[in-house]
């Protein structure tokens, strides 16, 4: 029997670190929020991570070879998740497919919908939207490829493992195939399915896919995984530029089935199962869904436009004309310079949400629509200054816009491998626990206003209902607001973890965690609590037009000059009044202050 071949299992066995204790009273009132692990998963005492006991029980689990493995009986099934959306470059499937192949059987595909998950990790129903649309716009390709998609809706999620196995069984399945998962609930999952395949005797491999390097393979030279991000990204990047075919190369193409599937009645029947638009809980209304089709489309095909506008066009016409005057008055000689594409000046606009400097694939990199891989080779084909395009990582060279993005990629699997070393950032725990018992200020009625966008500081609401309205943020308002939320409310972090999950359409646990934890300061190489963002200087670095903020504050669209970064001091009462728009909740000097304060007691108390 054709089988993938054994992974390496990092030495290091690093323990879940204090993720066998629960939550505080206070800190599960506080954050209101169960999001991330089950109560059972935060209790286990063992010393082995999930992520090493998957690894571990993989290389260990080689079902026997039966006798009709070889004969055109039975099927192999891609359980597909909802972060590997794809059918170009995806390990899992490809595995699935060319085991098929190599055994005349045929390939089946599975989606399970799991409502329960849903709402414990504080899915968005914007999120749930794109992850159904894009299950639909594959439904109908993997059709034309005779493959089914069966999708599946299994409540409570403690049933998902039985489940599995039992309808794969069904189905006389030999082979089931998944990419690993990192979150602390998904690889326990995983663990029990391994477990109940073995009794079954089915074949189960789970492969890396998500990062461009799997968690466990950049370490420290103690063999310890790196808590810091700069050290990281070095070693991360030369192991990647040792071995491009390991780690960019992309998957094979999946193979069609013989049209003979449907022939198999129970297989035919698993064409007629249409992906359904929307789950119970997690609806949108009408208006929410227009404006989740405009501006977040589904499909492979919308990711690769993404990806190519951002490294093959310019940001806008840049075009110059340089001209010589000649002798009779006359101009001669006239040349046109390169427009700069929109990657090659995102080292100086990234941070610019007032243009579209960025990339815009979160959310399809969060669903696995595309691949880290695709972006990475495609942007080896990028020339910048003039020189040819490397086949290779430039994340040292700050100045080039690619090897800047580059080295954004880098944190999204950065993230990703501190999730699985350290199992109770899923917790609800702060990676830096000398601030587990920091005290946070409880207000509801400030924490609304941060959530609507009403705090009086311009750039934070424009921020804030951008992600009301269109379920995105760009990256540096997400620090900025981050940072509001955390220093200048002093509200735990975990809040605000929680409202941007539920609302986001590219939300991703690692990604969003490090983030609010870099920001509050508790987190894996996060910013030093005593350095705290003023919300009215990142107004005017943001958005120095301050046309941001008149497209997303209304009341303020017609303030011209600088007093749109901070109205309430810069406009007489009377005229700031009338703009109908809150004066600001918080001073930030004062509150400035209190966080030094705070953050000072709790590291004396450490």
């Not at 629960?22 to 506080?30: A, D, H, L, Y």
């Amino acid at each position: 029997m054709t089988t993938p071949k054994k992974r390496a299992i990092p030495d290091h066995d690093d323990d879940d670190q204090a993720s066998n204790q629960r939550p505080s009273k206070r800190s599960q009132t506080t954050a209101g929020t169960n999001r991330g692990s089950t109560t059972t998963a935060s209790q286990d005492q063992s010393s082995e991570t999930p992520y090493h006991k998957l690894l571990r029980i993989l290389n260990d689990h080689q079902p026997k070879e039966k006798e009709d493995d070889q004969k055109a009986e039975g099927v192999v099934v891609w359980w597909m998740r909802m972060r590997d959306l794809r059918l170009s470059d995806n390990r899992a499937l490809a595995v699935a497919s060319q085991l098929a192949k190599d055994q005349a059987k045929h390939l089946v595909v599975l989606h399970v919908l799991s409502p329960g998950d849903y709402r414990s990790h504080d899915r968005s129903p914007r999120r749930i939207d794109f992850v159904l649309r894009n299950l639909s716009d594959l439904q109908a390709r993997l059709h034309k490829l005779n493959i089914p998609l069966w999708t599946i809706t299994v409540e409570p999620r403690h049933q998902i493992p039985e489940k599995i196995i039992q309808l794969v069984s069904s189905w006389g399945a030999s082979y089931l195939t998944a990419n690993i998962e990192h979150e602390v609930d998904e690889l326990r999952r995983d663990i029990q399915v391994l477990n109940l395949a073995r009794e079954k005797n089915i074949g189960v491999d789970f492969l890396h896919d998500t990062c461009l390097v799997e968690p466990g393979k950049v370490l420290t030279k103690e063999n310890k995984p790196y808590s810091v991000f700069g050290p990281w990204q070095r070693n991360w990047a030369n192991l990647i530029n040792s071995n491009l075919d390991e780690y960019i190369a992309a998957a094979e193409d999946c193979h069609p089935n013989d049209p003979s599937i449907k022939d198999v009645e129970i297989l035919n029947q698993l064409f007629e199962c249409p992906v359904p638009a929307s789950l119970p809980g997690f609806e949108l209304s009408a208006e929410d869904s227009k404006i989740m089709h405009e501006n977040w489309k589904a499909g492979e095909q919308a990711a690769e436009e993404l990806l190519n506008q951002f490294l093959n066009s310019p940001l806008k016409s840049q075009s110059t004309r340089q001209t010589t005057l000649t002798k009779d008055g006359k101009t001669s000689g006239a040349t046109t310079r390169r427009a700069e594409t929109i990657v090659e000046q995102y080292s100086s606009l990234r941070n610019r949400p007032d243009l579209p400097g960025t990339s815009r694939l979160s959310a399809y990199l969060a669903a696995g629509v595309i691949s880290p891989r695709a972006c990475i080779r495609a942007s080896f084909r990028i020339s910048e200054k003039g020189k040819k395009p490397v086949d290779g990582l430039q994340v040292d060279r700050r100045d080039l816009g690619v090897g800047v993005w580059q080295s954004e990629l880098g944190w999204r699997d950065f993230y990703q491998h501190v999730l699985a070393a350290w199992p109770r950032v899923c917790m609800r725990k702060p990676f830096n626990l000398k601030y587990e018992s920091l005290v946070w200020e409880e207000d509801e009625g400030l924490l609304e206003k941060w959530k609507q966008g009403l705090t009086g500081y311009p750039f934070i609401d424009a921020c804030m209902r951008q992600l009301k309205h269109i379920g995105y943020m760009h990256n540096r308002g997400r620090m900025c607001v981050a940072m509001f939320l955390t220093k200048d409310l002093m509200m735990d972090w975990k809040l605000g973890e929680k409202w941007f999950m539920e609302n986001l359409v590219d939300g991703d646990l690692g990604s969003n965690n490090g983030g609010w934890q870099w920001s509050a300061s508790t987190g894996t190489d996060a910013q030093p609590y005593f350095r705290i963002f003023a919300p009215l200087s990142q107004s005017e670095k943001s958005d120095p037009n301050g046309d941001f903020i008149r497209h997303w504050v209304p009341e303020l669209k017609s303030i011209t000059g600088k007093n749109i970064h901070a109205p309430f001091d810069s406009l007489p009462p009377d005229k700031f009044k009338k703009l109908n728009y809150p004066k600001p909740i918080v001073d930030h000097s004062v509150a400035r202050k209190r966080a030094l304060a705070r953050y000072k007691v709790e590291l004396s108390c450490s």
